[in-house]
């Protein structure tokens, strides 16, 4: 009958691939994502309308135009907000792969003599690696403090991503002023301070509990909170290298290209690795 009433309805844009998060099922409220009997989330390619908000600068800067393509291509994602770093890739590659296929060409520059060619994805490769990897959420210190994480939330990393690039852009600006030296260190040093405290709410809302090698548990966020402010440098410096670790499970890791007979005989390694950097101002183009 639907269709009959809106003959049109079959050339709407239907289901290409489905997927399943990294963070595995049910680690989602439903407020969240919408749950699904089998685990699988339907992705939509994206609408003309789709394309054109990752063309608006505003929306991009403040994550609001991956927000509202995400809840576009997977109407199962209610809240895009809230989804974890670890979901990220596999989302965006989801999509992508959804509205213009699975292969995609990619930049890349050769070691030792620069050379730049053009290398061809295959993202559905990518897309299984990643499902392939397991989620790990606990790292040990060498004290022996285990520490276990949560997720950062796709919020909390536009607004680090934001507060970086503001911070980054008064830097600059100071540079270049005619502030007298004393003027420009304060400046620079305010800056400095706030992407300091900045680092330190990201370590905080990754830490979901510490356990000592005594036995105990400490979740108290106040507590890890007095720790992390406390911590001689040397074991800050550890838990974030950790930490660092943790967070990019999840992330496409750099793709091996391997070298042509040519570059090989103009010292380039047979094989080498290019990091792959999915920015929506070109991922989605």
């Not at 685990?39 to 054109?52: I, K, R, Y």
């Not at 003599?113 to 499902?131: A, G, M, P, Q, Y």
């Not at 911070?167 to 600006?173: L, S």
Request: glycine share 4%.
């Amino acid at each position: 009958m639907e269709s009959m009433n809106k003959p049109l309805s079959k050339y709407y844009r239907q289901p290409q691939i489905y997927i399943r998060f990294p963070t595995g099922d049910g680690f989602y409220p439903p407020h969240v994502v919408k749950p699904s009997q089998t685990g699988e989330h339907e992705v939509l390619p994206m609408t003309a309308m789709d394309e054109l908000a990752f063309k608006t600068p505003d929306a991009m800067m403040g994550g609001q135009a991956t927000v509202d393509v995400i809840k576009s291509c997977i109407p199962d994602i209610l809240d895009p907000w809230q989804i974890a770093n670890y979901d990220l890739d596999t989302i965006l590659i989801a999509i992508r792969i959804a509205t213009y296929g699975e292969k995609m060409e990619v930049a890349v520059t050769t070691p030792v003599i620069n050379e730049k060619f053009t290398h061809v994805l295959n993202l559905n490769h990518l897309l299984e690696s990643l499902r392939a990897n397991k989620i790990e959420s606990a790292t040990t210190l060498s004290d022996g403090l285990k520490i276990t994480s949560k997720p950062l939330t796709y919020k909390q990393i536009t607004q680090s991503q934001m507060t970086t690039f503001e911070q980054q852009r008064v830097y600059a600006q100071v540079q270049t002023s005619t502030l007298s030296d004393k003027e420009k260190t304060e400046k620079m040093s305010e800056a400095f301070k706030k992407l300091t405290v900045l680092n330190t709410g990201l370590l905080l809302n990754n830490i979901s509990q510490i356990d000592l090698p005594t036995g105990e548990t400490v979740s108290d966020p106040a507590e890890i909170k007095e720790f992390v402010d406390n911590a001689p440098a040397k074991l800050s410096k550890e838990l974030e290298e950790k930490l660092s670790v943790v967070r990019m499970q999840g992330s496409v890791k750099p793709v091996k290209i391997q070298a042509t007979e040519e570059q090989i005989k103009q010292g380039v390694p047979a094989t080498f690795e290019v990091p792959i950097a999915f920015d929506n101002s070109n991922f989605f183009v």
